[in-house]
């Protein structure tokens, strides 16, 4: 993902996350500075959903790909 990429997802915070993992199904795992994580997923580019833990980022896209229609 290209910093382009992520400023459109992560707005002004993206100078202070670092990218952990992107999914093929959308989902990005962030690390903020202070070491909690934040979460986006592209149906939904300008949510972050902050988490303590890794496992936690994990959860949350675990979550949203859940809630993802059959075939999309």
């Known amino acids: 993902m290209g910093s382009e990429q ?5 707005g ?5 996350l670092s990218v952990v993992r ?3 199904s959308g989902c ?3 690390r903020e500075r202070s070491g ?3 979460v ?3 149906r939904a580019p300008q ?5 303590a ?7 949350a896209c675990h979550g949203w790909e859940r809630d993802e229609p059959a075939g999309a």
């Not at 992520?6 to 992560?10: A, I, K, N, V």
């Not at 002004?12 to 202070?16: F, I, R, T, Y």
């Not at 949510?47 to 988490?51: A, G, S, T, Y």
């Not at 833990?53 to 959860?59: N, R």
Request: hydrophobic share 40%; proline share 0%.
């Open 53 to 59: 833990t890794l496992a936690g980022a994990y959860a």
């Open 36 to 38: 909690r994580y934040a």
């Open 28 to 30: 990005l795992i962030l």
């Open 6 to 10: 992520l400023s459109e997802r992560t």
């Open 40 to 42: 986006s997923h592209e």
């Open 12 to 16: 002004d915070l993206s100078g202070d």
């Open 22 to 24: 992107s999914t093929g």
């Open 47 to 51: 949510q972050l959903l902050r988490v």
